[in-house]
């Protein structure tokens, strides 16, 4: 396995060559996406925090500790599984699936609060604030706050903590304390304000570990950063796998994380289609959906410019997914720019073809998928039949099932 | 021509006072509260008004201001709802100020060059984007100086001398400083170090330096205007609105009698103490 460090390099290597793809700029543009769209008591922090960042990403002490980290906490490198069977029944392209579902805790979401965590440790923050959807995220954070001895205060909205109530539990018995948030629509987007006023509170002594690549600068960069040794491990495994890069590499998005995660070391293989699958909910038609790319439009919203849910005068619009870790109204604003420049295609799905995915999988490969990434596996079913059998479709297999029994068993009309 | 931003000001000083400005959310608790609301705080003494633009998402307001915005919205009050007041407001009076305070999204869905067209035509002075700091502005200030409105930026006790420095390159008007870390309505401010940082932001920037967050009474009112040009109070005046939400006829009176209070504890300590 290259290490991080090895990993690092190449990243460098590739944002040093000429035509290469150079996002963001130094003032945390992507394009005319991203920026620092906060209030003045936090420009300070995120420049500290910026300086840290970049310091640590070149200090071979660090990236050891991180490497050391994702191998024997983590568990990486996560396998990549050849879905024989699941391939066979659909009929076309052959899907590997990456399994970050095998992480600890159970989704990509820890790659990043591994990372950051260690960042706060070295910035000497004793205290971590996190937001969580689908409550993966407060759960990473939860587990390195309690293997690091740091508190940990996480906001969920009250809708998810409703939804979510295993999650909540594990929170909780990793010694967090999960605030329950009231305000405006009750999910993630509300959790991220009462996260951003919590920091602007305790700006001294917290860190805020953001669970996605959205926020302002340096955020969506970081967490890409600290999630791109998803698509460096998946690029490697797939050219000693089948001696050649991958057709198509696809995720769900959310806040975009592990599908920037994955794409971004395959941005500068322009022959690799990169597909990102939003939620669209009851139907894009109905407006009950979570598809900023693929049916809303530019606007600003936490700390950064990028494709918005709103309303004619602006205001948020409350979304609608299956999936708590998709219901969210913006998106990272990387996703934003590759989508206008072409480089990356956004499609939607709804919550009955995630769901049908979603017990397609369990059935044909005994992998149950967290409801986020059936979103893509709905779509990689579509796609697949359309494909040759020689060709290939890596799907980010984001998380495990296991947080979402409630849910599913619930549309089936059984209470556990 | 002088704004009145800048007229206000020069007046003041040269009376040797200091400035009040209420803060209230437009549309709170309905649309119909806020003009005879802004009426009676400019009878009571306000000196500028800040009026609160409704966003479904406002990161750097505390609960008291989230549930004024949240009954504005549900009341349907939108940008353009808040131009028509001011407009309505500017009917009855043109000297008093009035500045614009909330977030960028309405303002970018509306197009920043049309909402710098009308709200001047509806005679606001300026506005304060709590979500655009110096670094994101360039565009959104360069459509709002030809109107003649000043774009007021933030300071906070986070603010390191580079950038005190790089937001007296571009501010006009005032600028406003956060006196506490935290959201509207938070924390107590210690008055030491308030003025130990405005004389940082003095000696860098040469407009006149409002101060808000945790001024919630006449002592707390009548400390920070010895070291002040103006004083800012926002939630301690939303929360009498709350108050009053059920018998909105009694609101501006309520509002009236509390800036009243705040007027006389500032103008004792103008007369009394060092002054702005
Ligand atoms: C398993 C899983 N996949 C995907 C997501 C969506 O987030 P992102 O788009 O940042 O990857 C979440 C969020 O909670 C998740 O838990």
Redesign the interface.
Known sequence: MATVADDIQHRSAAEGAPSGYQYPDT?GHFGRYG???????????LAELTDAYERYLKDPAFLAELDNDLRDYVGRPSPLYHAERWSRELGGAQIFLKREDLNHTGAHKVNNTVGQALLAKRMGKTRIIAETGAGQHGVASATVAARMGLECVVYMGEVDVARQQANVYRMRLLGAEVVSVK??SRTL??AL?EA??DW?????NTFYIIGTVAGPHPYPAMVRDFQAVIGREARAQMLERAGRLPDVVMACVGGGSNAIGLFYPFIEDADVRMIGVEAGGEGILTGHHAAPLCAG???????NRTY?M?D?????AETHSISAGLDYPGVGPEHAWLKDTGRAEYVAVNDDEALAAFHGLTRTEGIIPALETSHALAYAAKLAPTMRRDQTIVINLSGRGDKDMDTVARLDGIEL | MQSRITAMFGRLRSEGRTALIPFVTAGDPSPDVTLPLMHRMVAAGADLIELGVPFSDPIADGPVIQRATERALHAGVRLRDVLDMVRAFRAEDSTTPVVLMGYLNPIEIMGAETFAAEAAAAGVDGALVVDVPPEEAAELAGLLRPQGLDLVYLLAPTSDAGRIARIGGVASGFVYYVAVKGVTGAGNLDIDAVAAKLAEIRARIPLPVGVGFGIKDGPSAARVARVADAVIVGSAIVQRVEDLMDQPARIPEAVADFLGELRAAIDGADTGGSGA
């Open positions: 003032s920026g620092r769209f906060v209030p003045e008591t936090l420009m300070h922090p305000s405006g987007k509300d304000n951003m006023r602007v509170t305790n700006v001294d439009k530019p606007g600003v919203l936490h700390g918005l709103e004619e005068n602006g205001q948020i």
